[in-house]
């Protein structure tokens, strides 16, 4: 089974990362993968989200999506004022997009295909912040701080049981709180294909990475270290595919390969798409029954 992944396509950031897009599907329709994935952070449009999947629309195979944090930003002090949050966007517009473009909600939708179990979560943070960030951060991963700083801003997971009368609009639930609402769901999505004999391994897909291993030197970990821990208690999963850090990884934590094959920020990119898309796409190859020739074959 060949995957095909990607993720931080920001088509909202730059013309070039808006122009790729046709390009990347160009090459996904030749690569023919037998699944594709988006690891979230695509755009906090729901518009630019709609367009994007469309592009792909020529792609015969099992298409998934687990959103990023810009994806479930609410830009507007107004909208969150009005009691729109990041959980409307979560849990209705953005299935309701993927849906509307053949692309299966990850995080809403556990899959199977081929007996690869396929689980999704747009994963969260526990970690304590901005204060927590030193000064001598490399300059390449400043988007990483605009991110933390937006998160607080725009991320808007509203805290319903706070609501009462003369409370304003919207009290938000701390992001450790968030982390763990998430890890819950991740771990009883994983638990239910751990114990489902037609699936043999679990690919698990969340934006935020999972392991600190996929951190970036000088930087807090951008992830919950319990999710970490769910991946390692469940046998069958195999693969980790990730998001958010705008860098290529692929390497072993225990015995889950962890990997990221992000787009990033093109802005201030040179080379033609063509070249580009190289960078911004991979495939991973899980073995499965029909990698094997029939017995008896010569
Ligand atoms: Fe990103
Ligand atoms: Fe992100």
Request: aromatic letters at 12%; a negative charge; glycine letters at 8%.
């Amino acid at each position: 089974m060949r995957i095909a992944y990607t993720s931080d396509l920001h088509v909202d950031i730059s013309q070039r990362n808006w122009e790729l897009i046709p390009y990347l599907a160009e090459i996904l329709k030749m690569i023919d993968p037998d699944v594709f994935i988006i690891a979230g952070d695509v755009s906090p449009e729901i518009g630019d989200l709609e367009y994007t999947l469309e592009c792909f629309a020529g792609l015969q195979c099992p298409k998934l999506f687990v959103p990023g944090n810009q994806d479930i930003w609410v830009l507007s002090e107004e909208m969150q004022e009005g009691g729109h949050d990041s959980y409307e966007k979560y849990y209705f517009y953005l299935p309701d997009a993927c849906r509307h473009n053949q692309f299966v909600p990850l995080w809403m939708e556990p899959m199977i295909v081929g007996g690869v179990g396929f689980v999704g979560s747009i994963g969260w943070y526990d970690h304590a912040g901005p204060s927590a960030v030193p000064s001598a951060f490399s300059r390449a991963h400043h988007y990483l701080l605009d991110s933390v700083w937006n998160d607080m801003r725009w991320a808007c997971w509203s805290d319903i049981s706070m609501m009462m009368e003369g409370t304003l609009w919207p009290v938000r639930r701390p992001d450790v709180e968030v982390a763990r609402e998430f890890n819950l769901r991740l771990d009883q999505d994983i638990d239910g294909f751990e114990r489902e004999p037609l699936v043999s391994e679990i690919v698990v897909v969340t934006h935020y990475p999972p392991f600190s291993e996929l951190s970036v030197e000088g930087a807090p970990f951008p992830g919950s270290r319990d999710t970490s821990g769910i991946l390692f208690a469940h046998d069958k999963v195999t693969v980790s595919i990730s998001g958010h850090i705008h860098d290529k990884r692929d390497l072993l934590v225990r015995d889950i390969r962890a990997v990221r094959c992000p787009v990033g920020y093109l802005g201030g990119e040179q080379r033609k798409y063509q070249d580009m898309v190289k960078d911004c796409l991979e495939i991973i190859h899980l073995i499965d029954r029909d990698d094997f020739l029939p017995e008896g074959s010569p």
